[in-house]
């Protein structure tokens, strides 16, 4: 019998090959086909503008200690200078009394329209880990990881008058643990603290180079868009941003799922040695 010619030409991957293989990088790009990540985060920048907002504005105007209102607060998520955070907060501030004429069942209905974008960064997290959707009975969930982002929110504005080391660090720290407790709450423990870290540390250095790609490109957008389109123009921008804020949510915990999955410590099984699923 002839032998078997090895190498390129017999059909050998090359060097090149074997590290794509080995990097599992199609992998990924195919798990974000299957999730529809940018439909997601259309999704997600969809809901944080019509039912999160409304329930963040009137918080903000709640607010005993008055910093600065929804506006304010946007401004500072988006890491705008002080001319584009004017814009924003011409368009962006509530009435005045938008506290006293909302009713305790508006302030409800506010609250449950918000608990819908809870479900819908579950759905995604279960997506991305294989997992069933969960029974209608845990909205709970949902709403109790909406309560924390409030408050993980409303942190964020209480440390701008921190030092700027000092408030990275604490923003970073406490950004975090926000986004690690909150994939393993809205699956009900069912992945281990330890597989979801990666996603959470992912997700915050997404939020992070999110932040200054706004304070770069977005911040001549409001300006020129406000002078151009008005107020459309000022929350096209906004959308976009948020559009980017979902995109880095799923695409997160996505990526840290796949450095769990294929670049993770492994066990071995018999002979071989597989990953730890």
Partial sequence: MRRRRTGAAGGRPGPLHRAWRRLAAYALIRQARDLELMHRALGFATLALVTL????????????????????????????????????????SPPPKVVGSTSVLGGITLALFG???????????ERIWGLPP???HRVWRQAV?????????????????LPGGVRIALSTTTGTAFLWWGQHFLLGGQV???RLLPGALSTMAGLVGLRAFSHYVFTPLIVTNAISYGAVGIVLVVESWL???????????????????????????????????
């Fill in 53 to 92: 907002a409304p329930l963040l504005i009137v918080v903000a105007a709640a607010d005993p200690l008055r910093r600065g209102g929804f506006a304010s607060w946007l401004a500072d998520g988006m890491g705008l200078p002080q001319r584009s955070a004017e814009v924003l907060t011409d368009i962006f």
């Fill in 115 to 125: 608990v819908a974008l809870g479900g819908s960064v579950q759905n995604g997290y």
């Fill in 134 to 136: 969960g029974a209608w």
């Fill in 145 to 161: 990881w909406l309560v924390a982002l409030t408050a993980y929110l409303y942190q964020e504005v209480l440390t701008r008058g």
């Fill in 192 to 194: 281990t603290w330890r």
């Fill in 243 to 277: 559009i980017g804020v979902g995109f880095v949510f799923h695409g997160g915990a996505l990526f840290g799922h796949w450095l769990v999955h294929h670049h993770g410590p492994a066990r071995k099984h018999g002979h071989r040695w597989v990953r730890v699923r």
